[in-house]
């Protein structure tokens, strides 16, 4: 079974920018949709930014026009480039298909903070 690895966050102060990675250790080509979700402390897991196959998107009201989605299948990689971050954007990011089938990996952690 695909196993998915997200690498990439840490502490950024407001306005600054990461650009979160998802490993996949098998194919991720067969997934028409992949997405990024996050998980902010005592709420749920929601989905913020997913990409089909063929490369459209679609964003939470909450990042659009500051995150940016992408992915390559030949790599077996997404991406989450954000920028202009905000407090509220602190939360542990994942990446799943889309639905999510996925087993979900640990996550990277994303904290926005003066």
């Known amino acids: 079974q695909v196993q998915l690895v997200e690498s990439g966050g840490g502490l950024v102060q407001p306005g600054g920018s990461l650009r979160l990675s998802c490993t996949a250790s098998?194919?991720?080509?067969?997934?028409?949709?992949m997405g990024w979700y996050r998980q902010a402390p005592r709420k749920q897991r929601d989905l913020v930014a997913r990409?089909?196959?063929?490369?459209?998107?679609s964003y939470a009201d909450s990042v659009k026009g500051r995150f940016t989605i992408s992915r390559d299948n030949a790599k077996n990689y997404v991406w989450l480039q954000m920028n202009s971050l905000k407090p509220e954007d602190t939360a542990v990011y994942y990446c799943?298909?889309?639905?999510?089938?996925?087993?979900w990996g640990q996550g990277t952690q994303v904290t926005v903070s003066a």
């Open positions: 990409i089909g196959s063929g490369g459209s998107t």
């Open positions: 098998g194919s991720i080509s067969g997934f028409s949709s």
């Open positions: 799943n298909t889309y639905p999510s089938v996925l087993p």
